[in-house]
Nanobody, 118 residues
Framework: QVQLVESGGGLVQAGGSLRLSCAAS????????MGWFRQAPGKEREFVAG????????WYDDSVKGRFRISRDNAKNTVYLQMNSLKPEDTAVYYC???????????WGQGTQVTVSS
């Protein structure tokens, strides 16, 4: 059973930066696409960013393009989300996700809280 453990969340002022990390337990990590999702209070969980197995292909929701960057280190079984120019509307619980073939995802971690103050 894969485990995904997110870290790096916290409280930051608008315009600031945070880097989230997600450590995966599964040895097959390097074969899977990985992604980040978020869920704000009262809203449904939404896709933020994805990265393919090699790290050579990334894709983003329009709301974060140019501000967030997803990357991965397969030697460390870890995926990252660098978040810059944060806005109050980025406030949410952020979840790491394991991908399946295509651009879908089938497993999420427990999440880490990101709060952006204005």
């Amino acid at each position: 059973q894969v485990q995904l453990v997110e870290s790096g969340g916290g409280l930051v002022q608008a315009g600031g930066s945070l880097r989230l990390s997600c450590a995966a337990s599964e040895r097959t990590f390097s074969f899977n696409n990985m992604g980040w999702f978020r869920q704000a209070p009262g809203k449904e969980r939404e896709f933020v960013a994805g990265v393919n197995w090699s790290g050579g292909l990334t894709w983003y929701d329009d709301s974060v393009k140019g501000r967030f960057r997803i990357s991965r280190d397969n030697a460390k079984n870890t995926v990252y989300l660098q978040m810059n120019s944060l806005k109050p509307e980025d406030t949410a619980v952020y979840y790491c996700a394991k991908g399946v073939p295509g651009k879908a995802f089938d497993y999420w971690g427990q999440g880490t809280q990101v709060t952006v103050s204005s």
